[in-house]
T-cell receptor
């Protein structure tokens, strides 16, 4: 059973557009929600993360929106650039937990 | 030099062969993980370890074994490889305080 459901599987946007990637979870014990970015031939790397005590977090052009009641969180990329083309994974874990549960990934292509 | 180093980066082998993937880290983290990445399935946890004497199964441990030789070294073995173990394998370490995962660059395994 997939603990974290991610959509869409792939996304194509024009440069300057705002791609949005969505994730949903069921386990209310999760309290740490990171997003990882993976370029071809590389391992995933932490992009941005949020805890459920806030509804939004921004770091540069990347924003996480968090809806605790709906058990959903999403990644928004403002003014997207071709260099943002990558695979994005959402994840969830529990405080002091041993495991991360990853979404299935979203392949983003930003067209110049 | 990479903080998390995996060897080999690419390996082609035949069904029934024993394969070992190695991981070493210079980050000084106690927690180490092995993940498997398949298209459309995201990252799935195979095994994790909190120290040399602590080994734990993840969600897809069948057909795999691990060894934590030292704090810095964590290897993954396939005793008798089969074609459906063809995948991209990632080693990761975890920062105890921040929870951030640091991934290696991956080992692509093909089982014919």
């Amino acid at each position: 059973q997939q603990q974290v459901k991610q959509s869409p599987q792939s996304l194509i946007v024009q440069k300057g557009g705002i791609p949005i990637i969505n994730c949903a979870y069921e386990n209310t014990a999760f309290d740490y929600f990171p997003w990882y970015q993976q370029f071809p031939g590389k391992g995933p790397a932490l992009l941005i993360a949020i805890r459920p005590d806030v509804s939004e977090k921004k770091e540069g052009r990347f924003t996480i929106s968090f809806n605790k009641s709906a058990k959903q969180f999403s990644l928004h990329i403002m003014d997207s650039q071709p260099g943002d083309s990558a695979t994005y994974f959402c994840a969830a874990s529990m405080e002091g937990g041993n495991q991360f549960y990853f979404g299935t990934g979203t392949s983003l292509t930003v067209i110049p | 030099d990479a903080d998390v180093t995996q060897t080999p980066r690419n390996r082609i082998t035949k069904t029934g062969k024993r394969i070992m993937l190695e991981c070493s880290q210079t980050k000084g983290h106690d927690r180490m993980y092995w993940y498997r990445q398949d298209p459309g399935l995201g990252l799935r946890l195979i095994y994790y370890s909190f120290d040399v004497k602590d080994i734990n199964k993840g969600e897809i441990s069948d057909g795999y074994s691990v060894s934590r030789q030292a704090q810095a070294k964590f290897s993954l073995s396939l005793e008798s490889a089969i074609p459906n173990q063809t995948a991209l394998y990632f080693c990761a370490t975890r920062h105890t305080s921040t929870g951030e995962l640091f991934f290696g660059e991956g080992s692509r395994l093909t089982v014919l």
